[in-house]
């Protein structure tokens, strides 16, 4: 086998491995703007599908990472005008990708934010919800109690 047949094809692997990771985080770009509209319209049910759809390209993702952290000492290494090296193209796609899991992890960080506002919201409104009932059990104790033994006023 010719070595430097290898380094190509090594060079074309790690390009076709940063498309992509490219790729997939662009998905999972798409993904998180339709999640975004889930959380603020509180459908848990498409959230909890959407997040099905997201864990098997995180998945994907992760397998893809690893792939390039055993080599990333060597692509990091490789001079450019070495035979096989990644070529410019490579690089850009590397940091592109960098920058849109960086964008990723920051619009994550948003989502549960506004995942635990929400979820402050709903605990609040609840917590009123149950102080209302109590009020109201309270005051229907308080008519029942006062009311003539014939029991003239309906329980609601």
Known sequence: MN???GRKD??????????RRVDLLCELHKLVD???????????DPLLELLGAKQVL???????ERELAAHRQQLEKSPASQAGSPSGDFWQ????GRVLAKKLLEREAACEARML????????ALRE???????????QAAIRASAPSGNLVSEA
């Open 34 to 44: 339709h999640q975004e509209r889930l959380i603020d319209a509180s459908q848990l």
């Open 93 to 96: 796609l590397w940091e592109e």
């Open 129 to 139: 919800l149950g102080t209302a009932v109590q009020a109201h059990q309270a005051y």
């Open 58 to 64: 995180l998945n994907e993702l992760e397998a893809i």
């Open 3 to 5: 070595l430097t047949a």
């Open 117 to 124: 506002a929400r979820k402050a919201e709903v605990a609040a």
């Open 10 to 19: 090594g060079a074309a692997t790690w390009v076709s491995l940063i498309k």
